[in-house]
């Protein structure tokens, strides 16, 4: 997990001389506050955009002008997946309705 924010650009550890990575104390923030934003199902493009105004454990969202295009645009696109989704649904419905009906005639 760890290796994927960075592979992300989500977090940044330094190497060690030995190649190891090192983590500062506040990567554990970090990484808390990456997880939340993924748990709100932004992608990773986004959070990258946002983390820089991300704080504490919640994450809190501190004002800062990147976010607010981000956020709206992440909003657009949910609420265009649930439409799809809504219209995949009713689809779906209409022909269990229609099998349903083949089912109970034979």
Known sequence: MLRYYEQQGLLRPVRADNGYRRYFPDS??????????????????????????????????????????????????LDDRIEHLQTSRIALDR????????LTTD
Not at 57 to 74: D, G, Q
Not at 95 to 102: C, E, H, V
């Open 28 to 77: 554990v923030t970090t990484v808390a506050q990456i997880r939340g934003l993924l748990d709100a199902g932004l992608p990773t493009d986004t959070i990258r955009q946002i983390l820089p105004c991300a704080s504490g454990h919640e994450p809190t969202i501190e004002p800062c002008p990147e976010i607010l295009s981000a956020l709206a645009r992440e909003m657009n696109r």
């Open 95 to 102: 022909y269990l309705s229609r099998l349903r009906g083949a």
